[in-house]
């Protein structure tokens, strides 16, 4: 499994059409109250234009990263093992606004944590480098606008894990479960097992909105 997004130019992307948004307020053909937080701009004009097509831009080259990065695993794996015969990619993104039909109208769908579980359509929902992650397929629940969750989810942010959380423990737990992992200092400690939910909860509270393929177990965690 390979978890990797457009390495924050999304996120700069999606801050600076925020921002633009943000600063149009009252100029707009349409208003949503202030608390709500959700400034918009129109699909037609240039702003939701050049939005659009700057995050599909996103999208396609965190997409690219992944395959190259799968490629080189790949070539890794046969140098070890010989030739291996690999199934369909399954590739999933998060944090994406994309048109689609929900309740008989287009809606413009925003997934933050979270990703696409139309009917049938295979997914991953990752854990942490401490615990199980899974293959799914969607069920489409349409009260979930046919989404289910990105991964566990952060139980803390990462400036407070590299404080809170115990480098020692958070290294035994791994190192007894016989995990080949990547925390070696407490600036890893962002991305340790104890940052996150538990993941088998997280899975119990969306049965409605996925069923589980396969469970995944860790064996082995490289972080760039
Ligand atoms: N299997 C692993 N899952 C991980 C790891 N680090 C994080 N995660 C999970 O992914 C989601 C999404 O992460 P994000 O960085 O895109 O927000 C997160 O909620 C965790 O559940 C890992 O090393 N291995
Ligand atoms: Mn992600």
Not at 21 to 41: D, E, H, I, T, Y
Not at 125 to 133: E, L, T, V
């Amino acid at each position: 499994m390979i978890h990797s997004g457009s390495r924050n130019i999304g996120f700069k992307v999606a801050k600076r059409y925020n921002e633009l948004a943000v600063s149009l307020r009252g100029k707009m053909p349409f208003s949503v109250p202030k608390q709500w937080q959700l400034a918009a701009l129109p699909l037609e004009s240039d702003a939701g234009r050049n939005y659009m097509l700057e995050m599909q831009c996103c999208v396609d080259f965190a997409l690219a990263n992944r395959r190259l990065m799968m490629d080189h695993v790949k070539a890794s794996i046969s140098e070890v093992a010989g030739p291996v015969e690999y199934s369909e990619m399954i590739n999933v993104s998060h944090n994406f606004a994309a048109m689609e039909t929900h309740f008989g109208q287009k809606v413009m769908v925003h997934r933050k944590g979270a990703t696409r579980a139309f009917a049938g359509q295979t997914g991953i929902i990752p854990g942490s480098q401490g615990s199980a992650s899974y293959v799914v397929r969607g069920k489409g629940e349409s009260e979930s606008f046919m989404s289910c969750s990105h991964g566990a989810g952060r139980k803390m942010g990462r400036k407070e894990a590299r404080r809170k959380l115990d480098l020692a423990s958070e290294k035994r737990k791994l190192d007894k479960l016989g995990i080949i992992h990547a925390i070696r200092s407490r600036k890893d400690l962002d991305e340790a097992p104890g940052s996150y939910k538990d993941i088998s909860k997280v899975m119990a509270n969306q049965k409605d909105l996925v069923e589980i393929v396969v469970k995944l177990r860790p064996l082995a965690v490289i972080k760039g």
